[in-house]
């Protein structure tokens, strides 16, 4: 069982930077691939990176590369997403995500769910 709590949600204007955390209960935390997803309203959860256990594979999402990073450290039980270069459509609710298994971008694929953090970019 793992339980996730995320932070450092909140309000920037466009070309600003936000850095969200991920904080995970469990002592397995590194056998879990990690994700963030987001959900803008009236939208489908969409994926936004994802993370190996080990933190050697990342893959993101189109709209995101180049712009946010996603990390974790294994000593902390803690994943973050640093974005930057922040726009309007990145405007959304942000939920990490933890599953067992291989890379995926399928939010049905994660078994743990955190409660999401806000952000808001304003032009």
């Known amino acids: 069982q793992v339980q996730l709590v995320e932070s450092g949600g909140g309000s920037v204007q466009a070309g600003g930077s936000l850095r969200l955390s991920c904080a995970a209960s469990?002592?397995?935390?590194?056998?879990?691939?990690m994700g963030w997803f987001r959900q803008a309203p009236g939208k489908e959860r969409e994926f936004v990176a994802t993370?190996?256990?080990?933190?050697?594979?990342?893959y993101y999402a189109d709209s995101v590369k180049g712009r946010f990073t996603i990390s974790r450290d294994n000593a902390k039980n803690t994943m973050y997403l640093q974005m930057n270069s922040l726009k309007p459509e990145d405007t959304a609710v942000y939920f990490c995500a933890a599953y067992q298994g291989p890379p995926t971008a399928v939010p049905r694929r994660y078994d743990y769910w955190g409660q999401g953090t806000q952000v808001t970019v304003s032009s």
């Open positions: 469990g002592r397995t935390f590194s056998s879990y691939f």
């Open positions: 993370i190996s256990g080990g933190a050697g594979i990342t």
